[in-house]
């Protein structure tokens, strides 16, 4: 028994030294794009060589109307919105004095929702809804203009489980079905470019 309490006490004062011994902390705040309507916001937390990164990011937001005046008139209009938030680690090491590399991982839930409505001569409305979540890697490099601000490019090669559901509407039919898809790659959000203010 006492061999125990000893023992626990020695780890004890271990981590604590092993704290005691870890470098300034670090927080980080940025926004990142990876296309012109994909953008979001990211929180890093940690040191400069270990950090959590929280991530919140907005896709594909777009609402469109296209009206056609031929002999038969219609309007379609695609409504698409959705979002994804995402936890992770990422590891740091300097490769010069101003670029610094990048690596870790990311668990993430995507949400979105497309809608396309046909005003036609006969109507039509298709609503997809789909639920994914992924796995990432992170591989990428940072820029250090100086001690507080830094321009980021990373790579996140992606494995993602997708599950929804799709109803079509033609005139007073409606067909609902369920549909699931794995995917993996860079996909058309696999490339991030960030900016980061650091504190």
Do not use: H
């Not at 396309?116 to 820029?143: C, Q, W």
Request: charged share 15%; glycine share 8%; proline share 1%.
């Amino acid at each position: 028994m006492k061999k125990t309490l000893l023992s626990l006490l020695l780890l004890c004062c271990t981590i604590s030294v092993t704290f005691g011994q870890e470098k300034e902390k670090r927080q980080e705040v940025g926004i990142n794009f990876s296309s012109l309507n994909s953008f979001g916001f990211t929180y890093k937390t940690g040191t400069a060589k270990n950090l959590w990164r929280f991530s919140v990011i907005t896709l594909n937001f777009n609402n469109s109307t296209t009206e056609t005046s031929s002999a038969i008139v219609s309007d379609i209009e695609n409504l698409n919105i959705g979002a994804q938030v995402s936890i992770g680690k990422e590891f740091r090491s300097g490769i010069t004095k101003n670029l610094e590399f990048r690596y870790g991982f990311d668990v993430a839930f995507a949400y979105n929702y497309a809608e396309t409505t046909n005003d036609g001569v006969n109507f039509s409305k298709t609503e997809r809804t789909f639920y994914t979540p992924s796995l990432a890697g992170v591989i990428g490099v940072n820029y250090v203009f100086n001690e507080k601000l830094a321009f980021g490019v990373e790579l996140l090669p992606r494995f993602s489980y997708s599950a929804g559901d799709i109803v079509t509407t033609t005139n007073t039919d409606v067909v609902n079905a369920d549909a699931t898809a794995y995917n993996f790659g860079l996909g058309n959000t696999g490339a991030q470019l960030s900016l980061s203010y650091r504190f």
